[in-house]
C-alpha cells in the first residue's frame, strides 16, 4: 500500500499532476475509501482485477464490471475483506469505510441491479 503514497507524491511533485480526482484515484487505489469519485473507483477496481490477477473470484468481478461499476466494486471489497479475515490478517480502514460507503448510500442502486446476468454470475 505504500506504493500508492508514493505514487502520488511522485505524480505531484515530480509529474506536477494538480488535480486531486487524479491525485486521490492513485492515493487509493488499493484500498478504495469512502465516497470515492467515479474515477477513484474504475482505478480502484481496474487495479485490483488487471490481467494478472489469479485469485479466487477474480474473474466473476470481471465480468462484473462490464455490467456495473458500482455492484463490481462492493463485491470486490467484500472478496477482499473476506480474504483477509479468512487469513487473520488486518482489514484497511480505508477498505472497510469504502464497502460500507457504497452499503449505505448505493444500497438502492445495489439492490435494484436487475441485470440478467449478475445473479448468474454471483451464484456460479
Given at each position: 500500500?505504500?506504493?500508492?503514497?508514493?505514487?502520488?507524491?511522485?505524480?505531484?511533485?515530480?509529474?506536477?499532476?494538480?488535480?486531486?480526482?487524479?491525485?486521490?484515484?492513485?492515493?487509493?487505489h488499493?484500498?478504495?475509501?469512502a465516497d470515492m469519485s467515479k474515477l477513484e473507483?474504475?482505478?480502484c477496481l481496474?487495479?485490483?482485477?488487471?490481467?494478472?490477477?489469479?485469485?479466487?473470484?477474480?474473474?466473476?468481478i470481471r465480468?462484473?464490471?462490464y455490467i456495473d461499476l458500482y455492484y463490481a466494486l462492493y463485491?470486490?471489497?467484500?472478496?477482499?475483506m473476506i480474504h483477509l479475515a479468512s487469513e487473520n490478517d488486518l482489514i484497511h480502514q480505508d477498505t472497510l469505510n469504502a464497502r460500507n460507503f457504497l452499503l449505505k448510500n448505493c444500497?438502492?442502486?445495489?439492490?435494484?441491479?436487475?441485470?440478467p446476468h449478475i445473479k448468474k454470475i454471483i451464484q456460479d
Open positions: 500500500m505504500l506504493h500508492a503514497k508514493i505514487g502520488r507524491y511522485i505524480a505531484q511533485y515530480e509529474y506536477n499532476i494538480e488535480d486531486e480526482d487524479i491525485l486521490n484515484a492513485i492515493s487509493y488499493t484500498t478504495g475509501r473507483m474504475i482505478i481496474a487495479d485490483y482485477i488487471e490481467e494478472n490477477r489469479k485469485f479466487e473470484g477474480v474473474e466473476k465480468q462484473l464490471s463485491y470486490a471489497l467484500n472478496n477482499t444500497k438502492k442502486h445495489l439492490e435494484e441491479v436487475k441485470h
